[in-house]
């Protein structure tokens, strides 16, 4: 994948310009034309816009999918700390637990509530 690094954009920017006096808005308008200034590219032949140099290939672990239709406990939550009114409490039909009015996993077992 590739990934802009625009914190190191902005620290080569800033370490050759000094803008202490510029507004925000001009700041940032010229940092605009800074990246998008052409220059030579670093892989050789022909020029790039300044951005280009900035971009490098990453690769990335896979985000972990969270399912909403499923929950395994973790044993973190436990049927003591159930919230809400206790007394207008369910049953788990898996394992008999008492499981609260807003719940939609049993935290003992994990089945649908």
Request: with cysteine.
């Amino acid at each position: 994948m590739r990934v802009f690094d625009g914190g190191r954009a902005a620290d080569d920017y800033m370490s050759a310009h000094t803008l202490a006096f510029s507004t925000p808005e001009l700041t940032l308008k010229r940092f605009a034309f800074w990246l998008a200034d052409m220059v030579p590219d670093p892989a050789g032949g022909g020029t790039v816009p300044r951005i280009d140099t900035f971009v490098d290939e990453k690769d990335f672990e896979p985000a972990r999918i969270v399912d909403d239709d499923r929950y395994t406990p973790s044993g973190a939550v436990r049927a003591s700390s159930m919230y809400g009114d206790p007394a207008a409490a369910r049953f788990c039909a898996e394992c008999g637990s008492k499981v609260s009015q807003g719940a939609k996993f049993c935290a003992e077992c994990g089945t649908a509530a």
